[in-house]
């Protein structure tokens, strides 16, 4: 039995929901790169622990990395405009409460998300999930991709 979709009032319908399930989800992506200098230290800890664990990370003149983030938002398109989110909207959003809190700054100095957490990237995604997440229409899903480098990256929610 062939199922028969339907467009009604903006969505997309199945006759057939037995058989076929297609959800109206669709997921939206951003991508802004922004620079900053952190340093991994354990104040708990000793110099030698700290520098065992974190190795060059534990620099005491700290490092930079140019991090490229990746905000992916999940909804239904509104029936109006068809849109999950404006992403004009989600690139100002961005950029208001991320870059300009972090870009160019020394997360462990100028930073007060950072001034009793370790700013690895972890804990960096983590803060910018939180900072996003209390702004978006809490219908629409949220998930936060860093890169730290080319090759490392940490995604929250897992």
Known sequence: MSS????????IESNNFSKFYMSNKVAVYRKEHFNAAHRLNNPSWDGDKNASVFGKCNNPNYH????????????????????????????????ENVLNRF????????????????????NITIVIYRIL????DPKLDLQVRLYETERNFVEYPA
Not at 133 to 136: A, D, Q, V
């Open 64 to 95: 930079g990395h140019n991090y490229e983030l990746i905000v992916k938002v999940v909804g239904e398109p509104a029936a109006d405009t068809g849109f999950v989110i404006d992403l004009g909207g989600l690139s100002q959003l961005i950029e």
């Open 133 to 136: 997440r209390e702004k978006l």
């Open 4 to 11: 028969i979709l339907v467009i009604s009032n903006g969505k």
């Open 103 to 122: 870009d160019h700054k020394n997360l462990n100095m100028d930073c007060k998300e950072f001034e009793h957490l370790n700013p690895t990237a972890e």
